[in-house]
């Protein structure tokens, strides 16, 4: 949380693709809790599922017509999310690989918003893919499609930290963190090491993360 600057987060499921899998689905009921796991375990605070209970009913009644971008965003606002994240899940078909594996493809999109301004971080979408020895029949198919939305999900998150985290040290609300590594040098020049650092204006904040004998790790 202090390398993520205490930054909220909310996730919305929405269908704006056609064959996307609707978010009462078991598949999306599944990997919801994976993502906001995921982002949680890398700092940032994430809106609750019964928070976010009255929002999804209203999705679901406007099913037939997409939510307004604007109009999510106002809802993250009301919930004081400062990143929104809208989330959908597109299954690809079963492929034959002309040979005896049949793959299944499952696509995670996350369009990812600044809620202060509106302004639009990123657009993510990745392809995630499981193979079946045997033609899977929909149970499998089902067990097969979620398997690899999970693998999509986890490189979805990655992809989406790597872009709010450049996004907030453009504008200056996240400091850059790097993590400094010394080895094999004598007990005497330990305390040279330190006092260098402590004393250059660059490395004003020093975490140490490890410090053995001939090894020293900062952050």
Known sequence: HDRMGYKSLMLVYQESTADAIPRYHET??????????????KGFQTIDSQTMMPLNQLVDKENSELLPVDILIAFALNYNAEILVIMEIIPGKIDNLKGTFYQVKSNVRFSIFNTVDG????????????????????????????MAGKHAVLESVRQSIEQITLFYQMTGELEQVYTIVFSGYSPRRESLIIDYLENTAEYRQLAELKNTFGHLELE
């Open 28 to 41: 999306v009921k599944n990997i919801i809790p994976t993502v906001l796991e995921n982002f949680a375990e």
């Open 119 to 146: 302004q639009q971080i990123a657009e993510i979408l990745v392809e995630g893919i499981e193979r079946s020895v045997n033609n899977p029949d929909e149970t499998q198919w089902q067990s097969l499609l979620q």
